[in-house]
């Protein structure tokens, strides 16, 4: 790795600190370094609050720094006044010099005049360091603009014999195949994702809270697919630890495709990443209709001989780990 790599290595690993709290934004990561040295790093603030690159600017305290400095950032810097102003104009207030920038913003707000502005002022500007990698680290923020949707994940559990849920039990109350190690990692994947998403059968079935208890984070968007409306306002996903969005013959067309309907919901409610939980017919709609960027499934050490299948599901995982008793496979949709 060269220097530039290096640093910017460095911004993708400040800026997942923002994940799970810049929602809608993107999670930027943005060092400073003078004289060989850095001199000053930040990320992006909770929505609403500093972008990195003025949170890393603001850090610094001797600003006659800037006049040898090189601000390195995972994502080009904004050129328009949104909750902040555009950084690229306090980058050019501070007559910073060099700038290093890992891909271009093509949000169509900013989509190269960030850099435009910059180039035009004076600033030395490269673009492209670590591209696929920068890309890979805002691949919610670039979904939900290119796609005009959220970031989708799948997720699920299924027994030794390929089953996600018993055929019948004795309680509204989920029935657990993973162990407590493995169910913590899934509440700290919901303080990741903006939303939530399950089926009606579900929640009549597991009366699930969907939200962040075994974690610290905030709670997700709670999104409920309730074509007629029938669901008790009781039940604990109705709570008021979180919002939840309702999906019904109101909001979409269930004679057409229905996860492109839902896609179309959440994209309208500006949620730029959902994890789709269950149950099967709810996860198979999304795998059947080809609307999934992740599939995350875990293997239980238990069999139930019989019940609700797991979905129709075929791939080849990129990555598999064992989680003391549980099997965990991630999957890519490319």
Known sequence: MNIHEIYIK????????????????????????SNGEIVSEGFTSAYGGNHAEVNAINKVKDKSLFKDATLYVTLEPCAHFG??????????????????????DDNEQVAGKGIKRMVEAGIDVTVGVLEQECKEHHKRFFTFHNKRRPYIILKWAETQD???????????????????????????????????LVGTNTVLEDSPSLTVR???????IRVVIDRKNKLSKRLNVF?????????????????????????????????NSVIIEGGAKTLQTFIDENLWDEARVFTGSTGFENGIKA???????????TIKSDIL??????
């Open 83 to 104: 909750k902040t102003p555009p950084c690229s104009d306090l980058i050019i207030k501070h007559k910073i010099p060099k700038v290093v920038i890992g891909c271009v």
């Open 214 to 220: 075994n974690w610290t984070g905030q709670n997700p």
């Open 329 to 334: 496979k991630i999957y890519r949709n490319d």
């Open 162 to 196: 390929g089953f996600i849920a018993p055929e019948s039990k004795q309680t509204k109350s989920p029935v657990w195949i993973t162990n407590k190690v493995s169910r913590q990692l899934v509440h700290k994947w919901r303080a990741e994702e903006q939303a939530i």
């Open 10 to 33: 460095r911004c993708i690993d400040i800026g997942k600190n923002g994940l799970g709290d810049t929602r809608p934004n993107p999670m930027v990561g943005c060092v400073i370094a």
């Open 311 to 321: 979905p129709d599901f075929k791939g080849k995982p990129i990555s598999e780990e």
């Open 239 to 271: 709570s008021d630890k979180a919002e939840t969005i309702i999906i019904d013959e109101q909001s979409a067309d269930f004679s057409q495709p229905l996860a492109e309907q839902i896609c179309k919901v959440l994209f309208s409610k500006q949620i």
